[in-house]
């Protein structure tokens, strides 16, 4: 099975410049999570949906920020416009979820985003 | 609010040395999840084993083995044999299992911890 696809791989641009990183959940997972990783501040939750919906978006650090799900198989977070502190890898995981029972969730490569 | 501790940052062993990784918790849920990951220089974030609140016996894997003690909100990872394949960054993470709109609950990530094993 293929596991959770993100494009791009690796993302230079400039700052002002708008980014969309994407990704491909696990087929049939039914929730996914977009993180931030940092040498500064570790692995940070930004947002994470249930079956399409978002629950959770304090993570996200500013109007900067969105993130859309508009369907099971497919994420967008974009930020616009970029700056320079957004450089980081951005992860997307997904996990098949279930009442009342924590699933692991599986990684996406990352996309390595550069913002000079 | 939930908290996972991993208060050693960065660990360098020999290899075929034993070495264990720390994780302390928080949480105030009766039933709650923990997780191992395993992030190697290459970037990617593995998943090594899940454990629920209610099953506290100890589990192996190979040379890898957990220690899950509820009475210390700890759920410690140790690698027998070290080899430099296990180099890399370990994160614990927590996660409770409230209903929530039928979905998922959120991980809780520790700060993670670098082994580096040289040979």
């Known amino acids: 099975d293929a596991g959770v696809i993100q494009s791009p791989r690796h993302e230079v641009t400039e700052m002002g410049q708008e980014v969309t990183l994407r990704c491909k959940p696990i087929s049939g997972h039914n929730s996914l999570f977009w993180y931030r990783q940092t040498m500064m501040r570790g692995l940070e939750l930004l947002i994470y949906?249930?079956?399409?919906?978002?629950?959770?978006d304090s993570g996200m650090p500013e109007d900067r920020f969105s993130a859309k799900m508009p369907n099971a198989s497919f994420s967008t977070l974009k930020i616009q416009p970029s700056e320079p502190r957004d450089s980081a890898v951005y992860f997307c995981a997904s996990t098949n979820a279930r009442l009342a029972v924590a699933y692991e969730q599986y990684f996406g490569p990352g996309t390595r985003l550069t913002v000079t | 609010a939930q908290k996972v501790t991993q208060a050693q940052t960065e660990i360098s062993v020999v290899e075929k040395e034993d070495v264990t990784l720390d994780c302390v918790y928080e949480t105030r849920d009766t039933t709650y999840y923990l997780f191992w990951y395993k992030q190697p220089p290459s970037g990617e974030l593995v998943f090594l084993i899940r454990?629920?609140?209610?099953?506290?016996q100890n589990e192996i894997s190979g040379r890898y083995s957990w220690n899950f003690q509820k009475s210390t909100s700890s759920f410690n990872f140790t690698i027998t044999a070290s080899q430099v394949v296990d180099s890399a960054v370990y994160f614990c993470a927590l996660s409770e299992a409230r209903p929530t709109q039928g979905g998922s609950e959120k991980l809780v990530f520790g700060k993670g911890m670098k082994l580096t094993v040289n040979p």
């Open positions: 454990r629920n609140s209610f099953d506290e």
């Open positions: 949906f249930n079956n399409n919906v978002p629950i959770d």
